[in-house]
Nanobody, 126 residues
Framework: QVQLVQSGGGSVQAGASLRLSCAAS????????LGWFRQTPGSEREFVAA????????AYADSVKGRFSISRDTDKNEQYLQMNDLKPEDTATYYC???????????????????WGRGTQVTVSS
């Protein structure tokens, strides 16, 4: 089945930037929606961003609009999350995700993608 291998993350001060990467492998993964979620202890995993199979349409949580940007390399099946102007409330474990549905509605609205990466920690200090 599909495997997601992610990298990036770290500890930064408020206002700094980080870039997360996620490589997807598996049959037909180029037709999947890709995206990112984040989670803190004791809280539900929340949607952050998604990009559809074409790489041309994206969606973001209100809390990150204007600061985060998602993109994908359609040839390499890799996705990226560029995070700018990071805030302490962005501190979380970030998970990349993939869903077999080619459009991003399901990932954005229902939060139950088919595949998950193992997560990477992002810590933002004030």
């Amino acid at each position: 089945q599909v495997q997601l291998v992610q990298s990036g993350g770290g500890s930064v001060q408020a206002g700094a930037s980080l870039r997360l990467s996620c490589a997807a492998s598996g049959r037909s993964v180029g037709r999947y929606t890709l995206g990112w979620f984040r989670q803190t202890p004791g809280s539900e995993r929340e949607f952050v961003a998604a990009v559809d199979s074409s790489g041309l349409t994206s969606a973001y949580a209100d809390s990150v609009k204007g600061r985060f940007s998602i993109s994908r390399d359609t040839d390499k099946n890799e996705q990226y999350l560029q995070m700018n102007d990071l805030k302490p409330e962005d501190t979380a474990t970030y998970y990349c995700a993939a869903d077999v549905r080619p459009f991003l509605d399901h990932m954005r609205d229902y939060g139950s993608p088919d595949y998950w990466g193992r997560g990477t920690q992002v810590t933002v200090s004030s």
